[in-house]
C-alpha cells in the first residue's frame, strides 16, 4: 500500500490579499463599533435628583441631589439638614425633574429645593428665579409657595 503525501500549497497573491483584507474588515469593524459606542452615541453622564411628592391638604414637593442625601450643612444659626425620610423618593433626570417642577407648579404646589442641579432645573423650569436662590456652605436651596 502506497502512502499519499500531503503537499502544501502556497497560497496565492490573491489569497493573501483576501486575507489581509478579511482582517483590515475585522479590525475596522470593532474600531467602528468602539468609536460609535464612545464618540457618536455619546451622552454625558447623566444627573440624578430625589423627588418625593407628599399630599397633605397641598403637595409638598422635595427634590434635592441625589449625592446630598442625608447630609447637614450649617452657617452660624441656619442648619440645612437634608433628611433621607423627608427628601428621599424616585430617582429622576433632570429632564424628567423639570417635568415635575411645571406639572407640580399648575397644582399650587410648594418646593423644597436643595444641590446645584436641583435648582439649576428649577431655574430652567421657570418656577424659581437667580435672585430666590439662598446658600448655606455653598450649597444653594430655595424654598417656594406657590
Given at each position: ?64 441631589d ?35 417642577i ?45
Amino acid at each position: 500500500m502506497q502512502k499519499k503525501q500531503l503537499h502544501l500549497v502556497k497560497p496565492k497573491k490573491a489569497s493573501k490579499t483576501f486575507f489581509i483584507i478579511f482582517l483590515f474588515f475585522i479590525f475596522f469593524n470593532k474600531t467602528l463599533k468602539f468609536f460609535w459606542k464612545i464618540f457618536l452615541n455619546y451622552k454625558p453622564h447623566k444627573i440624578f435628583m430625589q423627588i418625593n411628592i407628599i399630599n397633605s391638604c397641598r403637595y409638598v414637593v422635595a427634590i434635592c441631589d441625589t449625592n446630598l442625601l442625608g447630609k447637614n450643612f450649617s452657617e452660624g444659626q441656619i442648619q440645612l439638614d437634608i433628611k433621607e425620610s423627608f427628601y428621599k423618593g424616585e430617582e429622576k433626570s433632570e429632564k424628567e425633574t423639570i417635568e415635575i417642577i411645571r406639572d407640580m407648579a399648575m397644582e399650587d404646589a410648594t418646593f423644597n429645593i436643595i444641590g446645584h442641579e436641583s435648582v439649576n432645573a428649577a431655574l430652567k423650569a421657570g418656577l424659581i428665579l437667580k435672585e430666590d436662590i439662598k446658600k448655606i456652605e455653598e450649597i444653594p436651596f430655595v424654598m417656594v409657595l406657590m
